[in-house]
């Protein structure tokens, strides 16, 4: 009895500890064919949705970029205003600029980005998958 119960404490915890220490599992990347660059209109932005992840596709001042279109504040779908060449958040009126910068609001950092990268005329976004 002594051992049956010495051993289901010790499985016990470590499973406990098993819990608080969960294995770290290496994300891995794909990426994701976004089409050709002159696709991407200057001043226009390109909405995409990638198996969950919803991205915008702009030129910006360092060339073409890829923006997470959740904003980080509470996770609200940001839209692109054309005309102010920002990001606006519908629910607290969070604003970025056209490079992904909060400028103004409640958002407590810039919009994620998404690594773009160039193949010939082709353009791909690295997504990565859970």
């Not at 279109?69 to 607290?92: I, K, Y």
Request: proline fraction near 6%; glycine fraction near 12%.
């Amino acid at each position: 009895m002594g051992f049956g119960l010495l051993f289901g404490l010790g499985t016990l915890g470590l499973r406990f500890v098993q819990f608080l220490v969960p294995s770290q599992k290496p994300r891995q990347s794909e990426a994701v064919l976004i089409g050709a660059e002159s696709r991407i209109q200057p001043g226009e932005a390109l909405s995409m949705d990638f198996g969950g992840h919803k991205i915008l596709v702009l030129q910006t001042d360092q060339g073409v970029a890829a923006f997470s279109r959740r904003c980080t504040d509470l996770g609200c779908l940001v839209s692109w205003n054309r005309e102010r060449q920002q990001f606006l958040c519908p629910c607290h009126r969070g604003v970025y600029d056209k490079n992904g910068t909060n400028i103004a609001g409640p958002p407590p950092r810039p919009l994620d980005r998404f690594e773009v990268i160039r193949r010939g005329e082709q353009l791909y976004v690295n997504i990565q998958s859970t």
